[in-house]
């Protein structure tokens, strides 16, 4: 609904979740992105997928960030920018179309018996394979076993870790992962440890320590 402020506002559906509800496996997760990479293109404009939207918002503030050096902040700006600009010139096997753009586990919502996905803050016209990383991130990142990935790739019906551009998507999604620990740092230890962590890991091409959770 547009206001006459011209800001939007839109109205969501609330679906309680069961306490003791079965667990999400990956393959519905998996189901749920096919099924709408397969849609026709939306009857409405969609923005076009931008990979660091909330991190640039963020680093763009001219005020000193909590848990982050002012020289580790322009290597952060610096390394946004390099991997921008090799996104812009990947091939991208599985084509372009509507994505949601955080396609992982912890969107998923029980509509009693039925698998559904949630949080389509960043539904946009991208890459499909945008969609697919967050699976294999969440192994490298969070410990997600490998039975974990393999079934998402068996429902999905496709390997992402033979994709041309694996690990600089995988590098897309570290940055990324970024904007919640940098937005709350300063009031926040658990997010302030996270954010160290993901910045050394990622600074230094750490990619053999678990992250903290949020």
């Known amino acids: 609904m547009q206001l006459d402020s011209g800001l939007t506002a839109s109205f969501w559906r609330y679906y309680p979740q069961p306490d003791d509800g079965p667990p999400f ?94 949080d389509w803050d960043n539904v946009s016209l991208g890459p499909r394979e945008i969609d697919l990383i967050p699976t294999w991130h969440a192994a490298i990142r969070y410990g997600r076993e490998t039975a974990w990935v393999q079934e998402f790739a068996d429902t999905y019906g496709y390997d992402m870790a033979r994709h041309e551009s694996f690990d600089l ?12 620990p940098l937005r709350r740092a300063g009031e926040s230890e658990p997010h302030l440890a996270a954010l160290r962590q993901r910045f050394e890991g990622i600074r230094t091409g750490n990619r053999s320590q678990s992250w903290i959770g949020l």
């Open 25 to 118: 496996r990956s393959a519905h997760l998996a189901d749920l992105l096919r099924r709408l990479h397969d849609l026709p293109m939306p009857p409405i404009e969609l923005p076009r997928w931008e990979p660091f939207g909330a991190l640039r918002r963020v680093l763009s503030q001219n005020v000193p960030l909590p848990g982050l050096s002012d020289e580790e902040v322009e290597w952060l700006r610096d390394r946004v920018d390099a991997v921008q600009h090799q996104i812009a010139a990947a091939h991208w096997p599985l084509g372009h179309g509507m994505v949601h753009g955080d396609g992982w586990a912890g969107n998923l919502l029980w509509d009693r018996d039925r698998v559904m996905l949630g």
């Open 169 to 180: 998507l995988l590098q897309m999604r570290d940055l990324v992962q970024l904007s919640g």
